[in-house]
């Protein structure tokens, strides 16, 4: 499975941008997800969502980033408002197999197994 984002940017703080990922197959039972990761920081969840839908995301984007799918086009999504210098880093794409509901598809980095190459977000205060 390849996986290449787009989108990326530079942008100042309280601005919006959409990040793409395509997929070169995404299927009901792939969940997939946005990670990011910050100079001299670990690679953290930003956020998932799983073939049915459902969807999970880190506290620090609640309210300001959506998540969302479209398995016909095998394209992924993510929206991000209201951005802050804080959301500054490398984003990446991921996913995994996963069925809907069997409780493998989480924000932890470590247990997705397809990665992109990643798109840099800059937000400037």
């Known amino acids: 499975v390849q996986l290449v984002e787009s989108g990326g940017g530079s942008v100042q703080a309280g601005g919006s941008l959409r990040l793409s990922c395509t997929v070169s197959e995404l299927r009901y039972n792939f969940c997939m997800g946005w990670f990011r990761q910050a100079p001299g920081k670990e690679r953290e969840g930003v956020a998932i969502?799983?073939?049915?839908?459902?969807?999970t995301y880190a506290d620090s984007v609640k309210g300001r980033f959506t998540i969302s799918r479209d398995d016909a086009k095998k394209t992924l999504y993510l929206q991000m408002n209201s951005l802050e210098p804080e959301d500054t880093a490398m984003y990446f794409c991921?996913?995994?197999?996963?069925?809907?509901?069997?409780?493998?598809?989480?924000?932890?980095?470590?247990?997705?197994?397809?990665w992109g190459q990643g798109t840099q977000v800059t937000v400037s205060s």
């Open positions: 969502i799983e073939g049915d839908r459902t969807t």
């Open positions: 991921a996913g995994k197999w996963s069925w809907p509901g069997s409780d493998i598809c989480t924000m932890i980095p470590r247990g997705f197994n397809y």
